[in-house]
Nanobody
Framework: QVQLEESGGGLVQPGGSLRLSCVVSGLNLDWNSIAWFRQVPGKEREGVACSSPEHGVTYWTASVKGRFTVPRDNNANTVFLQMDSLNPEDTAVYYC?????????????????????WGQGTQVTVSS
């Protein structure tokens, strides 16, 4: 059984940074891709970025390129979302999830249908 637990969210001023963590149980990150999604009220979940063992990081949301990175520590079964230069438009609940098809790479194009398990998310609020 795959479980994912997001943490690290909080309130930050514009221009600040946060580092989110996704601790994964039930699978080996050496063999699996992990994606970050975000969601605001009234909108569908948006695919932000994805880390795969085979190809590294894919950025689905253009506005985060150059500001967000997705490091991972496979031995600790943890994937991170390092967020720098945050702006209010980044405010959302952030989720991590695992690919259920072709897990060695990131499937689809930020389509949540290609991903399997979801945690409760962690709230990121960017406000002055």
């Amino acid at each position: 059984q795959v479980q994912l637990e997001e943490s690290g969210g909080g309130l930050v001023q514009p221009g600040g940074s946060l580092r989110l963590s996704c601790v994964v149980s039930g699978l080996n990150l050496d063999w699996n891709s992990i994606a970050w999604f975000r969601q605001v009220p009234g909108k569908e979940r948006e695919g932000v970025a994805c880390s795969s063992p085979e190809h590294g990081v894919t950025y689905w949301t253009a506005s985060v390129k150059g500001r967000f990175t997705v490091p991972r520590d496979n031995n600790a079964n943890t994937v991170f979302l390092q967020m720098d230069s945050l702006n209010p438009e980044d405010t959302a609940v952030y989720y991590c999830t695992n690919a259920r098809v072709g897990p060695r790479l990131c499937p689809g194009d930020g389509d949540s249908a290609y991903f399997d398990s979801w945690g409760q998310g962690t709230q990121v609020t960017v406000s002055s």
